[in-house]
T-cell receptor, first 117, second 114 residues
Framework: DAGVIQSPRHEVTEMGQEVTLRCKPI?????LFWYRQTMMRGLELLIY????????DSGMPEDRFSAKMPNASFSTLKIQPSEPRDSAVYFC???????????????FGQGTRLTVV | AQKITQTQPGMFVQEKEAVTLDCTYD???????LFWYKQPSSGEMIFLIY??????QNATEGRYSLNFQKARKSANLVISASQLGDSAMYFC???????????FGQGTRLTINP
């Protein structure tokens, strides 16, 4: 299995521009997560989906952030307009959640390093 | 709300020694999961080990073991016979009851010296 695939790996953009981060979860996994990692705040959960439905988006910092999961094999995180304080590493992760194994590990992608100048 | 505390920002250990990374958690849930992840300098997050709150035995995975003390709400990671490749950031995380999300601690940077 190829694991969780994120693109791009690096993104440099100017303040005010729209940024779209992409994620392909592991095939068969039904939960998908977007995390943000910064030195100051550590790893923060932004949003997670179960069976393509957003379950908890309380971590989305502002309305500038939006996430979609149109199907089981693809998700996007969009920032519009971007600001310098959005600079961080954004991770996508997926896991298999079921009734028998409610707590299973999440597998992370390589991350997207976003720099907003 | 759930909270994970890792009190050791950095640790330095000689190669081949055992090392314990501390993790305490705060929750009122009865059922939850505890996880450890490793983040090397390359940046990826690597799952190491999992402990369920109802598991009576401490989890083990190769050189990794989880010292789970439920009454004290601690879930320390023990690495036996440390290797240079163990140098990395280590994160403790918890999955609350009824939710699949992970709440992470601030991490401990482990450096293994030759």
């Amino acid at each position: 299995d190829a694991g969780v695939i994120q693109s791009p790996r690096h993104e440099v953009t100017e303040m005010g521009q729209e940024v779209t981060l992409r994620c392909k979860p592991i095939s068969g996994h039904n939960s998908l997560f977007w995390y943000r990692q910064t030195m100051m705040r550590g790893l923060e959960l932004l949003i997670y989906f179960n069976n393509n439905v957003p379950i908890d988006d309380s971590g989305m910092p502002e309305d500038r952030f939006s996430a979609k999961m149109p199907n089981a094999s693809f998700s996007t995180l969009k920032i519009q307009p971007s600001e310098p304080r959005d600079s961080a590493v954004y991770f996508c992760a997926s896991s298999l959640r079921g009734l028998v194994v409610p707590n299973t590990e999440a597998f992370f992608g390589q991350g997207t390093r976003l720099t907003v100048v | 709300a759930q909270k994970i505390t890792q009190t050791q920002p950095g640790m330095f250990v000689q190669e081949k020694e055992a090392v314990t990374l501390d993790c305490t958690y705060d929750t009122s849930d009865q059922s939850y999961g505890l996880f450890w992840y490793k983040q090397p300098s390359s940046g990826e997050m690597i799952f190491l080990i999992y402990q369920g709150s109802y598991d009576e035995q401490n989890a083990t995975e190769g050189r990794y073991s989880l010292n789970f003390q439920k009454a004290r709400k601690s879930a320390n990671l023990v690495i036996s016979a440390s290797q240079l490749g163990d140098s990395a950031m280590y994160f403790c995380a918890m999955s609350p009851q009824g939710a699949q999300k992970l709440v992470f601690g601030q991490g401990t940077r482990l450096t293994i010296n030759p």
